[in-house]
């Protein structure tokens, strides 16, 4: 019988590996300059904490969630986003003491009943992080800035970040009847999608996809123009600082998420080559998240990015020389041979030199053909005469040079040759 992988789902396979490791390397390197601690989270997660944080009506919860009965009979959801948990664990390990601003950091798969397309996964992986703590927009700032920081490490370009603010509940249920009667005004008009969101979530109606909804959406009310003077300001103050920092971005008031938990700045980055699933990074404050889990009250801001989509834009320059590539080929010819290269081998590679070998004792063509297929910087020799004498040739397979080294001064030869 053949099995093949689940729809939607995907092997990253040794070949792309190492772009992974370099992006995820990146990521810790500039998020720890940040003050960006890892957690590392459950894979799963008992359903009510998804349904309650994304929100009944949101399309994850509604039909996207991959959600099972346990065998004890408890109802548990395979996280389709990193945010909830991190505000389940901040609460459970009472992270909110001492009281300060705590910044952390996540990555891994999430899973979504999505119909998979270009860019669209069942699973996927996110790199996230979160600043819980502050309501000050210079979070805001200081997040979205880091992010612009890393994408610019990883060589990518032609992005663009685009903001919003949704307002808070002092001024969102306001803005929510405005907006409702001005749909009501359009209903036999708009998709049967938005005609269900229209009562329950009419936000999303917005950032409807379908043609015709997106020429009704531009002339319905923004939330932009119907902010408190609170949430204005800070908008303000989030704008002014992206200015004087000469961050590039566009007011999009069209941005609304797909998750409810969402208060004040949103923000998603986007590419023009990653066709229509676009978004590389998505984002936003969350102010009451963590109360609505009953923890204290406790302003977040944070945001995840597809590691799929953003592998997808890396330039082929840049990560060309990530693939690893052996230091030195040890060529074996004959049984004296192996052996003697059993603790050079080991020694070797315990002192930091990558070594390949043959595991087949081909002949020697059949060997170097294989050095030469992996690239190997270096190939050594070993025979009857080389294990006699302790006398050993190193070839240099870019220059073709060769030298002769000691047992001895193997080791040190090869690491002055390879750094320098
Ligand atoms: P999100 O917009 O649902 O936000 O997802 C963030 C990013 O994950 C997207 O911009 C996209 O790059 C990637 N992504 C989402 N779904 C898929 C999929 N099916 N296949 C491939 N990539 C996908 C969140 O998840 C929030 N938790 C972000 C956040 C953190 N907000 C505050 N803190």
Redesign the pocket.
């Known amino acids: 019988m053949k099995i093949q992988s689940v729809r939607g789902v995907k092997d990253i396979l040794p070949g792309e590996i190492a772009k992974w490791q370099w992006v995820e390397k990146t990521a810790h390197e500039i998020f720890s300059r940040y003050g960006f601690s890892e957690i590392r989270l459950p894979i799963f997660e008992k359903t009510a904490l998804f349904s309650r944080s994304i929100g009944e009506t949101s399309d994850?919860v509604e039909k996207e969630m991959y959600t099972f009965d346990d065998r004890g009979g408890d109802q548990i959801t395979l996280r389709?986003?990193?945010?909830a948990s991190v505000v389940r664990s901040y609460i459970q390990h009472k992270m909110y003491n001492p009281p300060s601003l705590l910044k952390l950091y996540y990555m891994g798969p999430?899973f979504?009943y999505?119909r998979p397309q270009a860019?669209?996964?069942?699973q996927?992986y996110?790199i996230?992080?979160?600043a819980m703590g502050s309501a000050s927009p210079l979070v805001d700032f200081e997040v979205m800035t880091m992010l612009i920081a890393f994408f610019n490490k990883l060589g990518l370009k032609d992005l663009r970040l685009e903001i919003n603010s949704l307002g808070c509940p002092d001024c969102r249920p306001a803005y929510r009847e405005t907006l409702k009667s001005a749909i009501r005004e359009h209903l036999d008009e708009l998709c049967g999608n938005c005609n269900q969101r229209y009562e329950r979530n009419p936000l999303r109606v917005l950032d409807c996809k379908v043609e015709k909804d997106r020429q009704i959406a531009e002339g319905l009310p923004k939330s932009k123009d119907h902010l408190c003077e609170v949430c204005q300001e800070n908008f303000n103050k989030v704008q002014s600082m992206l200015d004087t920092a000469g961050t590039p971005y566009n007011i999009n008031p069209k941005l609304v998420?797909?998750?409810d938990y969402?208060t004040r700045t949103t923000f998603?980055v986007t590419s023009e080559n990653l066709g229509s699933?676009n978004?590389?990074?998505?984002?936003?404050r969350?102010d009451s998240l963590v109360e609505e889990f009953e923890g204290p009250s406790t302003p977040?801001?944070?945001?995840?990015?597809?590691m799929?989509?953003l592998i997808s834009l890396l330039d082929s320059e840049e990560t060309d020389g990530l693939n690893s590539k052996p230091d030195i080929y040890i060529v074996c010819l004959g049984e004296a041979a192996v052996s003697h290269s059993l603790n050079m081998v080991h020694d070797l590679r315990y002192a930091g030199i990558s070594v390949e070998r043959d595991y087949e004792s081909g002949s020697m063509k059949s060997q170097m053909r294989k050095a030469n297929k992996m690239q190997a910087q270096f190939v050594l020799i070993l025979g009857d005469n080389e294990i006699q004498s302790g006398k050993y040739n190193l070839k240099n397979m870019d220059t073709g040079d060769q030298i002769e080294v000691s047992a001895n001064s193997l080791l040190e030869t090869l690491r002055s040759q390879l750094t320098g």
Do not use: V
């Open positions: 994850i389709p986003e990193g945010t999430m979504r999505e860019g669209r996964f069942r996927f996110q996230g992080a979160e998420r797909g998750l969402y998603e699933q978004a590389i990074c998505g984002g936003g969350y977040c801001f944070g945001f995840a990015l597809g799929e989509r």
